[in-house]
């Protein structure tokens, strides 16, 4: 099953997807540097995490394997990506549809 989404329609849903994405992204970077010694954050970021929820705070000498680091960094740094070049898309575009397919890989 497939729809096709035009005009305004397609914009709020291409947008809104792409927030998601980019959401999705920031958020996993955000908790790895929250909980993690070794995953750099602003200073002034971390500190805003750590007096709101404590219990984020790493341990001493907690601190996330390099492979872990490199995957994880990876995926944020690609969702981030996605997701602004999708809402930038979206908003953007001149003649902009979304297409939404729905047969789940079978």
Do not use: C, W
Request: avoid cysteine; charged fraction near 15%; glycine fraction near 14%.
């Amino acid at each position: 099953m497939t729809r096709v989404y035009h005009g305004v329609k397609a914009r709020v849903y291409g947008a809104a997807g792409g927030l998601l994405m980019f959401g999705t992204g920031a958020g996993i970077y955000v908790f790895m540097g929250a909980t993690a010694e070794n995953v750099p954050l602003p200073a002034a970021l971390e500190g805003a995490i750590h007096d709101a929820a404590p219990s984020l705070a790493p341990a001493a000498g907690q601190r996330m394997p390099l492979f872990m680091v490199a995957v994880f960094g990876l995926v944020s740094l690609v969702l981030v990506g996605i997701g602004l070049r999708n809402t930038i898309e979206a908003l953007l575009k001149d003649d902009y549809t979304l297409k939404v397919t729905g047969d789940r890989g079978l």
